[in-house]
């Protein structure tokens, strides 16, 4: 069984900073790719950052230049370093982790920026 667990969100100020944490834990053989998607009502899950198990990262165009998204592969942990926040970048954010060769999906932490 493999568990993952989100934390970090919560309310923000526009202009100010986040850091999202993902852990991973249970009967872990090996973690791939992991990121961070997000999702507002109405609307599709949306990738904003991806990391690869070599350290290879990669950014969408919203979260370029202001997020940062990094892991610690020894505590099965990826993290997303939200800075410079936005009121549009309010949203659910997911993380998303391949283990074992499978797809697993946080429980999702709510980001709300506003003043």
């Known amino acids: 069984q493999v568990q993952i667990v989100e934390s970090g969100g919560g309310l923000v100020q526009p202009g100010g900073s986040l850091r999202l944490s993902c852990a991973a834990s249970?009967?872990?053989?090996?973690?791939?790719?992991m990121g961070w998607y997000r999702q507002v009502p109405g609307k599709e899950r949306e990738l904003v950052a991806s990391i690869s198990n070599g350290g290879r990262t990669r950014y969408e165009v919203p979260a370029k230049g202001r997020f940062t998204i990094s892991r610690d592969n020894a505590k099965n942990t990826v993290y997303l370093q939200m800075n410079s926040v936005k009121p549009e970048d309010t949203a659910v954010y997911y993380c998303?982790?391949?283990?074992?060769?499978?797809?697993?999906w946080g429980q999702g932490t709510q980001v709300t920026v506003s003043s």
């Open positions: 249970g009967s872990i053989f090996g973690i791939d790719h």
């Open positions: 998303n982790t391949q283990i074992n060769w499978r797809d697993y």
